[in-house]
């Protein structure tokens, strides 16, 4: 049973360009949530989405957007980079009527230069 | 504003002892909190989940605490082995569906 997959691995994007993540939730989760991890530091909580729609939002600006697609799949999309979004980031899926643990992938390393 | 905060120091204790970590909140009322495992460069991964009616949680060789009126939560490995060496981060989990993170503590076990 596949865990939760995301694309790429790594990434090296410029200030001022997009980019657009990818994510596959554990098989039979339905909602999916997003965070950004900084060097030493824990998981920040970008946003979380469930039935396609945006159900949560951490303190992130508009340039930080999303998509559940209807096989419970998502893409985090970041515009106009900064050098301050390099990090790793982290996808979360979870079953939404039940309260256990999330499962996480192992990220994308996202890169600005 | 609302905070977790755990030890920020890396804590390094020997082989065999309890490794014990520490999670404080303020302005959160969590419905459940829960803690992770992090190895470098890879994502959390689950270990313990214990809910606000709850005092205390055990798994193996894993103990988890919740007070909520002190608003703290305590982490116990027993008898520790090199390979729990790692980050550990405590999240809250409230009503709404956020699941929020501290900053984790680095435990390091010596042989």
């Known amino acids: 049973d596949a865990g939760v997959t995301q694309s790429p691995t790594h990434l090296i994007k410029t200030r001022g360009q997009q980019v657009t993540l990818r994510c596959s939730p554990k098989s039979g989760h339905d909602t999916v949530s997003w965070y950004q991890q900084a060097l030493g530091q824990g998981p920040q909580f970008i946003f979380q989405y469930y039935e396609e729609e945006e159900r949560q939002r951490g303190n992130f600006p508009d340039r930080f957007s999303g998509h559940q697609f209807p096989n419970y799949s998502s893409e985090l999309n970041v515009n106009a980079l900064l050098l301050g979004d390099s990090a790793l980031y982290l996808c979360?899926?979870?079953?939404?009527?039940?309260?256990?643990?999330?499962?996480f992938g192992s990220g994308t390393r996202l890169t600005v230069v | 504003s609302q905070k977790i905060e755990q030890n920020s120091e890396a804590l390094n204790i020997q082989e065999g002892k309890t490794a014990t970590l520490t999670c404080n909140y303020t302005n959160y009322s969590p419905a459940y909190l829960q803690w992770y495992r992090q190895d470098p460069g890879r994502g959390p991964v689950f270990l313990l989940l214990?809910?606000?009616?709850?005092k205390e949680k055990r798994k193996e060789r894993l103990k988890v605490t919740f007070d909520t009126t002190l608003k703290q939560s305590l982490f116990h490995i027993t008898a520790s082995q090199p390979a729990d060496s790692a980050t550990y981060l405590c999240?809250?989990?409230?009503?709404?569906?956020?699941?929020?993170f501290g900053q984790g503590t680095e435990l390091s076990v010596k042989p």
């Open positions: 999240a809250l989990h409230n009503q709404g569906g956020k699941l929020i």
């Open positions: 979360a899926s979870s079953l939404r009527m039940v309260h256990y643990g999330y499962t």
């Open positions: 214990i809910r606000e009616n709850e």
